[in-house]
Structures are given as structure tokens and as C-alpha cells.
């Protein structure tokens, strides 16, 4: 194989790898939302309403920041 | 966790600054809070690139939940006691007001279209913090450089299964002098009660250079206050290898070297004595402003061995730090590396 060739396929294996991984960030991410919400105790990414439902409920506030994994 | 209202963020996009100062290279980080947003504590810490869990456990994240709700029950007759928990003026009010920042990024990710890439992370802020300084042709404080350090800074191993038990206390340390043992907890800290080894990062953080530290301990059945003494230099000794924060300062610093301690197997055979300056090239950066260096003359396995004429012993952190302080972009720093034996003289660009 000479050696344009070579580098055309390996570039786009890389490019197909880098691809797939961002699906599957992409999914994790869309997941995270779906999974948490259904959970049904978090509030998710929504700091103004977490202290709307801590002044109602007279309770305190737990705030995780975390990435999505 | 029933006892809490909840909330979940995953995103940096428009984060109240002048709220939230935490230590941005974490990817879990916990605040405990009144609705009035006044902080009752901190929890999660790091101190470790690939063991992110060295440093946090769910004991010691129970203890603190427990000591959050007994800090509630009691508010606001102990607000006095929280004031010095409380966020600093920020430079910024969020993330995208930081030049560096500025029009990349919504306020909401883009859940419809390319959310991965409608995200800002924490980490992003300390970047773009360090960038509009060193942008601006400013020195980086000291404790933008070296945020949040770890207890272990001033001497204290604490449990990571506690909120503030002491496992150990290095011969020697401000620690020591202030008559700290193994066995005691950490009441309180600078005024401060003490739920996690975040709130002490959070107390060391905004800590002077020097500074006098009261440190409520427990010991035993007994509680008494000692005192920590910190010299002016104690932040510039912290590790900030681990950080991902770290990679941008080696950008600016190395020309995105990153650097190791020579063994003593290594020093051995290059006949570096223990109290010389002897830095590995892990690594050499391969693209854009992180090859500056590679494209001065460094290679794989240099042992830097003098630097601007420094020639004393220090950590990569000890270094990057120096440089920072004391050189500008532009600046051409002389530096010695060992070679297969061969001493080589090179120019260490700064950025």
C-alpha cells in the first residue's frame, strides 16, 4: 500500500473513532438527563428551581456539580 | 437524602461565580446551602489525575450530610459561625464574561443539536481565569496558580472516611508546630466548622501568605485551639500535577513539557546528587503552541538539570509556578538538559 493510501484510511479510522465516541457521549448525555429525572429525588440543572422547592419545603439544599461521566 | 432538596448540575455554562468557588478541576463537587444561599459546607476533593476517589468516600460524605442538617437545624442563630464560608467577590459574575470565554458558549446546552459541544466545563473557568491574566501580561496570584490546596499542604493527612479526623501529621510541618496529633478531629478552622477536607481547602484557599490559622481540635473527650503558622511560601510547595488545569500552564511554562522527578535510580546513573534540580521529560507536546518546546531542541527522557540558573531541587509545580512568576510571554529562558549523558544547552521559550 503506498503511503497516501495509508494515511487516507488511517485518517478516516480516526475519524470514525472520534465519531463513535462522540455518539456515545452524545447518548450518555441525553441518557444522564432521562435516568436522573426519572429517579424522581433530583432536580436536574436547575439551580433556580432548587431554591424555589428549598424556600417552599423549608429544607436545605444539596448541589452536586458533576460531569457526565 | 430525603431531608435535602436535590439538585443535580452538569454544566458550567452561566454559573453564578460570585456563588459557586469551588475547585473547578473536580468532576464532583457538593455544596450544602440554605434556600437564602447562604453555604453551610463543601464536600469533594481530589489530589490524585487518575484516582479521582482517593480523596472522597460515602462515610465521609455521610458524616458531612449529617453535620449539614445539624448546621440547618441551628440557623440562623449560627450565621455568625458561617460568614467566613461564604463566596469572595468574583472577577467575573459568570464563565462567559472571561475574555477567553466571551461568545462561545449559551446558557443552556443544546439538548436538541450538539449538546456535548454546548457544554462548558468546570475546569474551563480556571483556564480562562489564568488566561486573562497572563493575557494581560500580569503575574498569576499565587492562589489562582495554586487553588484549593489539599490539608496535606500544612502537614494534615485527614481520613477521607471522616469529616476532619487526623490520620497524620508530617515531622516537621506548620501541623506539627501547632501541636496537632494523629487521632484528633478538626473542629473547626479558622472560625470555621468543619464538615470535609473541602471546607479546609476552602479555608487554606482564601488564606493569607503568610497567615496565622485557630484550629479547633478534638481530642479525646477534650477540645483545645491551637494555632498554625503559615510561612509566605507555603502555597508555592502544593501538587498541581494531578490537575487538568495544569495541562494550560504547561503551555505557558513549557512549551508543553510535562515533567516528572527523576528517579533515584536515574539520578544515580547521571550522578545528580538528592538536592539538585533533575526533571524527566515525560512528554513532548506535538501540536500547535503545546510543540514550542519540541520545536526548540527538547526530546523524550531530557533530564533538565539547570533553568533560568536555577539548579536547586524542585517538583514540576515548584517550577511551572517560578516560571509564571517570573518570566513573560515572550521570554527566552536558558535551560541545561542531560542527554544520553551529554550535557545540551536549549532555549525554553514562554508563552
Known amino acids: ?69 | 437524602m430525603d431531608k435535602f432538596v436535590c439538585v443535580r448540575v452538569v454544566q458550567a455554562n452561566a454559573l453564578d461565580l460570585a456563588l459557586f468557588q469551588f475547585d473547578y478541576d473536580l468532576t464532583f463537587a457538593v455544596f450544602f446551602m440554605n434556600a437564602d444561599r447562604t453555604i453551610y459546607g463543601r464536600y469533594g476533593s481530589r489530589s490524585d489525575r487518575k484516582d479521582a476517589t482517593k480523596d472522597i468516600s460515602i462515610a465521609g460524605l455521610g458524616e458531612a450530610l449529617v453535620a449539614a442538617l445539624d448546621l440547618h437545624k441551628h440557623y440562623p442563630a449560627n450565621k455568625a459561625s458561617l460568614a467566613g464560608k461564604q463566596p469572595r467577590p468574583a472577577r467575573f459574575k459568570t464563565p462567559d464574561e472571561f475574555p477567553s470565554l466571551r461568545g462561545k458558549y449559551q446558557a443552556k446546552l443544546d439538548y436538541e443539536g450538539k449538546v456535548v459541544q454546548s457544554c462548558m466545563h468546570c475546569h474551563q473557568v480556571r483556564d480562562a481565569e489564568r488566561r486573562f491574566f497572563r493575557d494581560d501580561r500580569k503575574p498569576i496570584p499565587d492562589e489562582v496558580l495554586y487553588p484549593f490546596p489539599m490539608p496535606d499542604a500544612i502537614g494534615l493527612s485527614i481520613d477521607s472516611k471522616t469529616k476532619a479526623g487526623v490520620k497524620g501529621v508530617a515531622a516537621g510541618s506548620a501541623a506539627y508546630e501547632a501541636g496537632i496529633k494523629a487521632g484528633d478531629e478538626i473542629v473547626t478552622l479558622d472560625g470555621q466548622p468543619i464538615l470535609s477536607i473541602a471546607d479546609m481547602q476552602w479555608v487554606l484557599h482564601n488564606a493569607g501568605q503568610p497567615a496565622r490559622l485557630p484550629a479547633q481540635v478534638r481530642r479525646g473527650r477534650g477540645r483545645s485551639t491551637l494555632e498554625l503558622r503559615l510561612d509566605k511560601d507555603w502555597r508555592r510547595h502544593c501538587d498541581i500535577a494531578w490537575r487538568a488545569t495544569t495541562w494550560d500552564l504547561r503551555r505557558m511554562a513549557g512549551g508543553g513539557l510535562l515533567l516528572d522527578e527523576a528517579t533515584a535510580e536515574e539520578r544515580k546513573l547521571a550522578k545528580l546528587p538528592s538536592d539538585v534540580l533533575a526533571l524527566r521529560v515525560n512528554h513532548v507536546g506535538e501540536y500547535g503552541e503545546h510543540a514550542v518546546a519540541k520545536k526548540a531542541g527538547f526530546r523524550k527522557d531530557d533530564i533538565l538539570v539547570s533553568v533560568g540558573g536555577l539548579t536547586g531541587r524542585m517538583t514540576e509545580s515548584e517550577l511551572i509556578g517560578y516560571l509564571l512568576r517570573n518570566n513573560m510571554p515572550g521570554d527566552k529562558i536558558p535551560v541545561t538538559v542531560l542527554r544520553a549523558g551529554e550535557r545540551v544547552d536549549l532555549e525554553l521559550p514562554m508563552q
Open chain 1, 1 to 69: 500500500m503506498n503511503a497516501p493510501i495509508a494515511i487516507l484510511i488511517a485518517s478516516l479510522f480516526l475519524a470514525a473513532t472520534a465519531l463513535n465516541a462522540a455518539e456515545d457521549r452524545r447518548e450518555r448525555v441525553l441518557n444522564d438527563r432521562k435516568e436522573v429525572a426519572n429517579a424522581g429525588q433530583w432536580i436536574y440543572n436547575d439551580l433556580a428551581e432548587g431554591f424555589a422547592e428549598a424556600g417552599r419545603t423549608g429544607k436545605p439544599l444539596l448541589v452536586v456539580f458533576r460531569c457526565v461521566p
